[in-house]
């Protein structure tokens, strides 16, 4: 999303982020480097809100062919962040609408003209789930890459994990 601001390249690659392509993900996992993938990509930004917890068809499965290379354990992580804070933020704008007898989208946050730069941060309770290593993976060897059905039924497998975390945290 923000890869075309050449401003932000040089602060991004301090942080240690790299360009996503099997080369690099290679690369640092025979390093022994941890690799952060987020398979569901931009369609989980795209999600309606009814639609917020459940996670959206992955993609092709770079990511498992990359572990089956190079022996690399997959390990599921959910981040959840809980819509009952978004409820609070809601109540207190709701609130504040009818003690200045104003429509709520006159408290609007932000000038119409800052777009979401205008948008203040809502403080929101976010919890961070980690599953164990998918053991589906761990028992294939690196000939499996060449089964483009075997890599759609680990990616799935993988999806499954994390949709499991993510339905856990909601229970807590």
Known sequence: ?????????????QLGEVRACPENGERLLLRDELVAVFPEGIKGMGKLYKQRYQLQRFGRGGYVKLALRTGAP??????????????????RLSSASRLLSTPMLALGPGLPRLGRLGVPPIASHIQICIGEPVREIARQDALAIRDDGLVHELNECVRGAVQQLVNTSLQL
């Open 1 to 13: 999303m923000f890869t075309t601001l050449p401003f932000l390249q040089p602060w991004r690659r």
């Open 74 to 91: 997959v390990i599921p992580v959910a981040i959840v962040a809980h819509d009952r804070d978004y409820a609070s933020w809601l109540s």
